[in-house]
């Protein structure tokens, strides 16, 4: 008996050590599968997921702690107790899981060994025996070393566990379990491999028969059966290969951005998974990273799982120079345990993760893309411009209608005021990008990025009167690469037909009521494809114009004379 109560001592205290490690190694993960358990889905015990970290944190040392006294033998009575306590704690939780299958891993070990319900409530059970047994046999559990050194070593073991619970919180896990570590590729955690197993599911069929409900059962195939359908049920036979990483994705307004940033090269990532519980202080320091990785040439965008009013509301108050993108917000508390946190990745793979606290390790190397003269602040004022103008579009169309048709709001009061409030807006965004223009300075890509350089160019093209005074500007931007020069050429041939001259790229068309659409007449037709290709156009201008018009539509070159006819 006493060679087995010491064999059983050494193995439930170095397992509750092991346990209680792992979970103090992530307490922020260990906070969160807490705050499941207190779901009202779970135990309904809502009210403590505000406190789930802190409960998180006391005992996964409380664990350790008693781990390290069992071994040592310090105050053997109280230690076995509270052990027993616990073990009876964690077994209830773990069958409750398990038999009403609510929770699909306890979390015991954290992610370095992820168990299922039933695993763990033996795992549970096998060390409550373990414990029971150590109880029925304690005179045998002899302590080491004297009293004083076992109140040192438990002292010390609290006040290590401590310290190294507040470096993790204040930086990130020592050691990373997850599948979005560092030097994993997320594409390749997201590959089924060839042969894996696939799920096998049960189709329960109903059928009513003269009154009576019968049930078939396949694996998926509608069975023939004589009765009325009425309904089918699913079932879960055997469980399917499910790859480490199995529910990344990201995505805007509806668009799937997912494979297009797993194959950018030097992308930096912010996550912010919920922006409602997002640490502020940590943002200057984020911001300060993001600002730098922009005018080295990364791409920088933001993940969370707000809404779009929550994130711009953080980009607004922050000034921040990205966009969010919308990822799932479970997702985004298993890649990195930080609320911002950030990430640098090239093609996928996850080259550095850090907390907000250690932005400043993040490595940026100057890129053959860089930016050094990157002005952020006029390029959050051109975002800006351009976000407020897209939600003053229709309000402008209102007003361009009212004053085509010579009417007044039907409502004088709100849309009045909102219509005048957009066009002091875009009189004032005018004459901003125009205090620029005066100096002789379009905004242009080496000054704002892309794709900010256009939006001076869109205030310009809202106010075409304008457009003569700034063209040979906007030429001259467009030559040195600072936007793309079939922009130019279309506000070019734009204002050329508004003048009643011929345009000079063939952009432009014109709808009659008797004689339908047609391109506006170029000037020299002959080489019109030349030109097209020097601008950058990838249409001849044949083939553009069955894009615009219709693909009826046969081109051929017009004169103004013979505009003027129609």
């Keep these: 008996m006493k060679i087995l109560v010491n064999i059983l001592r050494i193995i439930v205290g170095v397992l509750f050590i092991i346990s209680g490690f792992v979970k103090l190694n992530d307490p922020v993960g260990f906070s969160y599968k807490l705050q499941e358990y207190f779901s009202p889905a779970v135990l309904d015990l809502d009210f403590l997921s505000p406190y789930a970290l802190g409960l ?58 992820p168990l299922t319900p039933w695993q763990s409530f033996t795992k549970d059970v096998v060390l409550l025996l373990m414990i029971v047994i150590l109880l029925a046999g304690s005179k045998f559990i002899e302590p080491f070393f004297t009293r004083f050194g076992r109140t040192i070593a438990i002292f010390i073991s609290f006040v290590g566990a401590m310290c190294f619970g507040y470096y993790v919180l204040m930086h990130l896990p020592l050691i990373d379990f997850r599948a979005y570590h560092e030097g994993a590729n997320i594409t390749e955690g997201m590959q089924v491999p060839a042969g894996a197993a696939e799920a096998i599911f049960d189709y329960n069929w109903k059928f009513n028969l003269n009154g009576k409900e019968e049930i078939i059962t396949t694996q998926g195939d509608y069975p023939e059966h004589k009765g009325e359908f009425i309904g089918v049920e699913t079932a879960m036979v055997q469980q399917g290969y499910l790859p480490p990483i199995h529910d990344f994705s990201i995505e805007k307004d509806g668009e799937d951005f997912t494979e297009h940033y797993l194959n950018t090269e030097n992308l930096l990532v912010i996550v912010a998974y919920d922006i409602a519980k997002t640490e502020w202080n940590g943002w200057p320091k984020t911001k300060a990273v993001a600002d730098a990785a922009l005018k080295k040439g990364y791409t920088v965008i933001g993940l969370s799982a707000s809404g779009e009013e929550a994130t711009q509301d953080l980009i607004d108050k922050q000034k921040l120079n990205f966009e969010f993108y919308s990822t799932d917000a479970t997702t985004l508390k298993t890649i990195i345990r930080s609320n911002p946190g950030i990430l640098k990745l090239s093609k996928g793979t996850i080259l550095q993760k850090k907390h907000w606290n250690d932005a400043e390790d993040i490595m940026l190397e100057t890129l053959p893309t860089a930016k050094p003269n990157l002005n952020l602040s006029l390029k959050f004022k051109l975002d800006t411009i351009s976000r407020l103008g897209e939600q003053f579009s229709d309000l402008e169309k209102l007003a361009l209608t009212q004053k085509k048709t010579n009417t007044q709001p039907n409502e004088r009061g709100k849309d009045a005021n909102e219509i005048e409030l957009s066009r002091l807006l875009g009189v004032s965004n005018l004459d901003f990008v125009m205090s620029y223009f005066d100096k002789g300075i379009y905004p242009g890509k080496d000054l704002v990025g892309e794709p900010t350089n256009l939006v001076p160019l869109k205030i310009l093209r809202k106010n075409s009167q304008y457009i003569s005074q700034y063209l040979d500007l906007l030429k001259r931007a467009g030559r040195a690469g600072q936007l793309p020069y079939t922009y130019v050429a279309e506000i070019e041939d734009r204002y050329l037909m508004q003048q009643g001259k011929p345009q000079i790229y063939g952009t432009q068309a014109r709808v009659t009521r008797n004689h339908g659409a047609f391109i506006w007449p170029i000037a020299e037709p002959d080489t019109v494809n030349q030109r097209r290709k020097i601008a950058g156009f990838n249409q001849e201008i044949a083939d553009y114009a069955k894009e615009l018009i219709g693909s009826e539509y046969q081109y051929r070159a017009l004169t103004i004379a013979q505009i003027e006819k129609l």
């Excluded at 008693?66 to 009575?77: D, P, T």
Aim: glycine share 6%; hydrophobic share 60%.
């Design 56 to 113: 998180a944190i006391i005992l996964v040392i409380v664990e350790m702690v008693l781990g390290i006294a069992l071994i040592i033998g310090y105050n053997k009575m109280f230690t076995l107790w509270m052990l027993l306590a616990m073990i009876l704690f964690f077994t209830f939780l773990t069958f409750y899981s398990a038999y009403y299958n609510k929770v699909t891993d306890c979390g015991c070990f954290g992610d370095a060994l």
